[in-house]
């Protein structure tokens, strides 16, 4: 059934690297989901990270971000890579990054690992304890030790030099992040893992309680809490047991990566980073991977698949984004492989024909 056009202006950040590449095929399937769907997008191309030190001379500019602020969501490709390593002026391109986060508020950071059933073996565990796993770790982004006051350096009483950084979180930053976690878990498969350390640390206390007040308003949602010294155990030793996982930013910062790392294919997972209101950042979790940019080698799925991501957490466009899903998963049946996840019997693409392949997929699934 046709439903009315919705129509959407997107942001793209293609940024450095292998970025502009994985964005040009993202680009192109969230049109063809879009025209099925009857979503009509508007994009808006803008510079950021090395691309935008080159041309103006700051990693974010002000257009860049107004442009972003201003849209229904945005799309980043890649930022960073070794010709900026070094610069003198002592501006990184990932600073533009985090002024894009500071910029979109974006407080919550949900990172899938799932490790799909064509891609068992590039796990690092067992294949018996890999297959099947399908998590989302719920970080929290903008709070904690990465930003608590007091910091820096000084002395103590004895006059040695010391590093100090202090974890915080206040009442309202915890609820808000519980409630996209519980959010999430209920869109998924209705079970949520809060992970903190409230043995020891009094801001996990305060995170423990103020997540159970928080479970009231959701009876459907199943809650338990690991501590993340046990729950960076269990997501090697079981990670199926896990649906949704909520923890704060330095744990969700590392429980992502040991998460990711159980998937095996780097070029295979997306993310998205959301704020209370206002839009959405999506991005794949790769890097700019200067070591193949340009050639045409880069596995465009992490991005496709961030798109998907966008749809459906960005602008609740569910449908679409279960369509691009799909597509995916239909590529990956018919044996197409990038370099990063290629294996013996498979076809080996580029990162264009892959696009290709996906295109030819979401028109099928009609
Ligand atoms: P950053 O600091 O920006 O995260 P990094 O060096 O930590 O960068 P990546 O840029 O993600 O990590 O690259 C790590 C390795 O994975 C590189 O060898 C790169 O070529 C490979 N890689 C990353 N993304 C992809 C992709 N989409 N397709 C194929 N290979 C990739
Ligand atoms: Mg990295």
Not at 16 to 29: L, M, T, Y
Not at 52 to 65: H, I, M, R
Not at 136 to 142: F, N, Y
Not at 211 to 226: F, G, K, N, S, W
Request: aromatic share 6%; with cysteine; proline share 5%.
């Amino acid at each position: 059934a046709a439903s009315p056009t919705r129509s959407y202006a997107i942001t793209l950040l293609p940024g450095d690297g292998i970025g502009p590449e994985v964005i040009s095929v993202a680009k192109n399937v969230l049109l063809l989901a879009g025209a099925i769907e009857g979503i009509e997008f508007n994009f808006h191309e803008m510079p950021v990270g090395g691309a935008a030190l080159d041309l103006t001379g700051v990693p974010l500019p002000g257009e860049t971000l107004s442009a972003a602020q201003q849209s229904d969501a945005v799309l980043l490709g890649a930022i960073g890579g070794y010709k900026w390593d070094n610069n003198e002026k002592h501006l990184k391109p990932e600073t533009g990054l985090l002024q894009l986060r500071e910029g979109l508020k974006v407080f919550a950071n949900l990172r899938p690992a799932t490790v799909l059933p064509q891609l068992v073996d590039a796990s690092t565990l067992k294949k018996e304890v890999a297959e099947g796993v399908d998590l989302m770790v719920v970080r929290e982004l903008t709070g904690g030790i990465y930003f608590g006051k007091p910091r820096g350096f000084s002395t103590n009483q004895n006059g040695e030099e010391i590093g100090l950084n202090t974890e915080v979180y206040s009442i309202s930053e915890i609820d808000r992040i519980a409630r996209v976690a519980f959010e999430t878990a209920r869109k998924r498969r209705g079970k949520l893992c809060s992970v903190d350390k409230a043995n020891v640390l009094e801001a996990s206390m305060l995170w423990r309680k103020r997540v159970m007040a928080i479970a009231l308003e959701y009876p459907d949602v199943e809650l338990t809490h690991m501590y993340v010294d046990n729950a960076a155990m269990q997501l090697v030793r079981n990670p199926k047991q896990f649906d949704t996982i909520v923890t704060n930013n330095i744990f969700g910062d590392i429980l992502s990566d040991e998460a990711s790392m159980i998937t095996g294919s780097i070029g295979m997972l997306p993310s998205a980073s959301l704020g209370e209101k206002g839009p959405g950042l999506f991005e794949p979790i790769h890097g700019s991977a200067p070591d193949i940019a340009g050639q045409d080698k880069a596995n465009p799925l992490a991005t496709v698949l961030s798109a998907a991501m966008l749809l459906k957490y960005g602008l609740g466009e569910a449908d679409a984004a279960e369509r691009i899903e799909a597509a995916v998963l239909h590529t990956l049946d018919r044996g197409f492989r990038t370099g990063d996840i290629y294996s013996d019997g498979n076809k080996l693409v580029g990162c264009k024909e892959m696009g290709e392949e996906v295109l030819k997929a979401v028109d099928l699934n009609v």
